[in-house]
């Protein structure tokens, strides 16, 4: 400590005093300095020095300059002269450098005292770490900037799908109006409205018909996917209770099973799952794969339907199991794609109230999971359906 | 003063030597009519505005002279009464099918301009018969394969053009229908895409589709509501013209037997567009058995007393004499002001069968009354709409109550309209879905003191719990619904006597951590096994006083009948807790027939009993189970 006028401190002897305050700043958990009335800092207090890793006798005399960045140790120096001549409370944001070489944050601010006649007698200065402050707003333009292109990007896409849609719908009209016209007159022609048809007119306007029927189906399939995947399917994502899902999907088919004698079975481990995920999608996958159990499992077969969280605690695996029918192995990769029909009975499958396996499977992924099956033909099937713990959008 | 009840016969030999006799025979027997299918080819055949009545005088002359009198069934809107000049005019649009995109000669329900005929058609109808005083009523025929106010389906002269039962809605004019509907429902397509779980770019994006490729459960009722309610409104509008051109006379919509959604049909909303005026409804299908004729009818005669329309009942075709009873029965006990017969199950050629002869001996029992008080037995029809049917759980339940005592079906239409605060006891046998707002109407119908019996949970369209329902029977949003089997125990009391002496049953499911005001009327012990398991305390029959009413809740077998088979073998459970309910609460006839008996009604005071082809009248303590 320096021989500074320490006069303001009341009730004690210079020497004492001195050194009390010498004490407390030595022992204060913040960085502290002093500097004479023309800037030469000439005290710094241990905190500042031991994260400076500097002597006393290194810091003093200007010293102290080494601590700052390299980029900013030039506009700290000339600003500080600045305050100094001027008298006018001094405050920056500058970086120093720790004794193990890393550079930190800190607002540093110097305030003047003055002696009677109003003359600075000291500076007094401290340097707060603001480090976690500017990580944060670091952070923060960068969640910023995040958004900014999320938000572009998020308008692109709407912008594409409500050209696709419109682009849907355009097709909707385009493609049914002139197949339907086809369709319509071939009928009227093979109903002989304008007059009587030779064998061979008749044959060729048989296969006009047939082939523009076919052409028809898959237009309409076509167009289906189209508006289901890109127009229609949109999520509504809030917390909800797995096993109230459960229970809600059940119920709308256990009238069905009990018709057929079947047992309905549910488990779900542990019992208070909860999912952040759109609950009415959830249940219109669940609700379509425990019909379709139903319907294709024979008279007192068993339906089971199982929740559990999987032991890594991060996935929920849902199951639907049923001791149907089964189906082949060879046909299994393809049960997802649209446009197949497996035999007969597939052919079917989802028709009526439930929504076709391409619906289930794309509502699941739009939840961020993934659905399989497992079937062996003649004993039963088992939907598998993994989804994200918590959860959230995808 | 009862209305004069009228008996319509149809299927007369007009153009046989033995016509004149046949129609005195009809009248011997009581018959009041004579229906014709009268097509609009036949009065118009060439061009518009050249009639030629010729056909149809002659016939109304005979039937004038037997002392009978017309009803015409006014067939427009089918393509085989339509004449080959409208076939042919560009102001002609058939329906179109959704599924394939192809055109029907059947007129289509939204053609305003086919509209205008009708209006012109009617008046000239009216203009030449009504003065002659030969009509008794009207039937407009307006769509469906025999003239009924439903879509297409596979029926009479389907005729070599695309015909199927499907959504008949792929239309232009039925596309632009349904985008007008929602653009009034939803003033935004953000609030159509929110409802619907959907992301359509705007109204002209939105296309009427199958069930299983609607965005959600709410979007396929919203298609259905529309859908429905065009056919509402086109029979309509077929009613306020026929009312227009014939303001005293009868008027009856005709309707198919079976309520699908792909008809577009809903009875009650039928019967409410009927009774608005001043009409009826003939409601077809009826076959030879009493209870199965009940289980088709009953909900369409409940919604016809509630909007306050005429009913009349049609055979779905060929009768047994036995069958005819059973009709008579059936349309003595709904007190019906008009019964529909085909002559060909009353006249084998011209000579009277044992039906006739029961038509001449019962026709006094056929007078039109109000229906006696009965029990409230819900009528799920959304839940069916979307199943693809009606479960069969609802017809056994509501056989199995009719053989008790009165009971009527009302469907969510009729109870958001008001139908609930006629019944004292509502019955609902099936767990599944309504709409929320039915569900709360059903909860402050409970409170203000109606006596409700549950089987199973109703949710909401999108099988979301509604609190203030679940409320009544004391499920909480913390009460845990537990699947497995689990034995319950009975435990209710002195009220519950049939239910008791079951002493236990099987539930599949059950419910836990009730409202502590829940009285248990069966329940699990709960305790620790040998084996080390904890059976848990959960209920599979409870009840709970909700405000002045009670709820009563049951999620155990439901089965009607015992069946051996079952997958946990049921005695009666639900019948035995169902009839001490009725016992308690229904405050109404006891129907309950002798063991020789088929039915019991209460027709102007007195009771009848339905035997094998014959109707007796009996004394109300003659009762034998």
Known sequence: MNNHDHTNVPGASPEKEEQQVHHLLHSIPAMLWEARPDGEIDYFNQEWL???????????????AQALHPDEAADARQQWAQAVQSGAPYEAELRLRRFDGEYRH?????????????????????????????????ALEQQQARIAELQATHAALEKALHAKDEFTAAMNHELHAPLSGILGLTDILLENTYGDLNPKQQKALQNIESSGSR???????VLDIAQLQSGQLN??????????????????????AAAKKQRLNFSISPKNITLNADGERLKQILVSLLDNAVKFTPAQGRISLSAVLLPAGDQVQISVADTGMGIKEEDLPRLFHPFVQLDARLSRLYEGTGLGLVIVKALVELHGGK???????????????LLPYPGGLS | MNPPHEIVVCGVPFENPLEKDALRQLKEIGATSVQIYT??????????????????????????????????????????????????????VGLRCLEHGKVSPIESIWNPLFRQEIGRVVQAFAAHYLPTGVLESIQPGICGDYGEAIMPVLGNWPGDYHTHVGYWCGGADAIASFRAWLQQKFSSIEQLNHAWRARYANFDSVFPFLVH????????????????????????????????????????LCTGGVEEPAQASL????????????????????????????????????????????????????????????????????????MFHYYGNLFDDIKPRAAAEALRQYQPLLQKRPLEPAVAFFWPGLYAAWQGGMPDVVGRALRFVRRMTYCLPVNEEMILDGALERYRLLVIPLPGFTSRAVLERIAHWVQAGGVLLQAGLLTDLELARVAEYDQLFGILPTSEETWGHATQHIQAGPEFPLFSKLGEFGAATSWMDLAPDVDMLAATRAEHSFSGTYTRLTSAAFRRQAGKGQAFFYSGPVAMEDDAEAVFVDHGTFKSLLRDILAAHAHTADLTPAADEIARAQIGGKMYALKEGEIIQVTPTAQAS
């Open chain 1, 50 to 64: 031991s994260f400076t890793g500097l002597t006393l006798a290194q810091a003093s005399g200007g010293g102290w």
């Open chain 1, 106 to 138: 800190f607002l540093v601010k110097a305030v003047p005292t003055r002696d009677a006649e109003g003359k600075i007698a000291h500076w007094y200065g401290v340097s707060a770490d603001i480090t976690a402050r500017k990580q944060a707003e670091a």
């Open chain 1, 215 to 221: 052409l028809l189906k898959i237009v309409n399939e």
């Open chain 1, 235 to 256: 999520l509504q994502i809030s917390a909800c209770s797995l096993a109230e899902i459960c229970s809600a999907s059940l119920r709308t088919v256990q009238i069905k």
């Open chain 1, 371 to 385: 659905i399989s099956l497992e079937s062996v033909f003649g004993q039963g099937s088992r939907f598998i359906i």
């Open chain 2, 39 to 92: 097509f609009w080819k036949v009065f118009e055949p060439h061009a518009r505005g050249q009639f030629d009545w010729s056909f149809y005088d002659r016939e109304a002359a005979l039937i004038q002279e037997a002392g009978l009198k017309y009803v015409p069934f006014l067939l427009m809107g089918p393509k085989y009464a339509s004449p080959q000049w409208w076939l042919d005019a560009p102001e002609h």
């Open chain 2, 213 to 252: 490729q609607a965005p959600s459960r709410t979007a396929f009722f919203d298609l259905l509501d529309w859908y429905r309610g065009s056919m509402t409104e086109y029979a309509g509008f077929w009613m306020k013209t026929c009312r227009q051109f014939f303001p005293s006379l009868p008027v009856y």
């Open chain 2, 267 to 338: 009875f009650s909303s039928q019967a409410r567009i009927a009774a608005q005026h001043g009409g009826g409804i003939r409601l077809t299908n009826e076959g030879n058995k009493f209870y199965d004729n009940f289980f088709m009818t009953a909900y369409t005669r409940s919604a016809c007393d509630f909007y306050g329309a005429n009913l009349g009942l049609e055979p779905v075709g060929p009768m047994t004499d036995k069958g005819v009873t059973a009709r008579i029965f059936g349309s003595a006990d709904y007190g019906n002001p008009q």
